[in-house]
């Protein structure tokens, strides 16, 4: 399994990014995948799930209304569109296959991480 992930980079306070994830090795109508970040000094956090089937999105508190996560299964792609960025959004994000028990999503295979830096 191989999780490639893309579109970190750059950019300033209230501005655009869209992160893309190509997944192979693994079927995405078969999986939900999701989206971590780790920023530096800190615990590798949830930000953002999709379903495998009914496409229901799952957010964490901290980017509800920001960034909305999509699927494309033909292209085997995850998304992960930010918008309105802020500096505590700064951190290294990763694609991965989830598993949802009750409230907690857990990474099963990951991907390596795109940089994401935000400055003020």
């Known amino acids: 399994v191989q999780l490639q992930a893309s579109g970190g980079g750059l950019v300033q306070a209230g501005g655009s990014l869209r992160l893309s994830c190509a997944a192979s090795?693994?079927?995405?109508?078969?999986?939900?995948m999701g989206w971590f970040r780790q920023a530096p000094g800190k615990e590798r956090e949830f930000v953002a799930a999709?379903?495998?089937?009914?496409?229901?999105?799952y957010y964490a508190d901290s980017v509800k209304g920001r960034f909305a996560i999509s699927r494309d299964n033909a292209k085997n792609r995850v998304y992960l569109q930010m918008d309105s960025l802020k500096p505590e959004d700064t951190a290294l994000y990763y694609c991965?296959?989830?598993?949802?028990?009750?409230?907690?999503?857990?990474?099963?295979?990951w991907g390596q991480g795109t940089q994401v830096t935000v400055s003020s």
């Open positions: 991965a296959a989830v598993r949802r028990t009750g409230p907690t999503f857990t990474g099963d295979y």
């Open positions: 090795g693994l079927s995405l109508r078969r999986n939900m």
């Open positions: 999709i379903a495998s089937t009914v496409l229901t999105e």
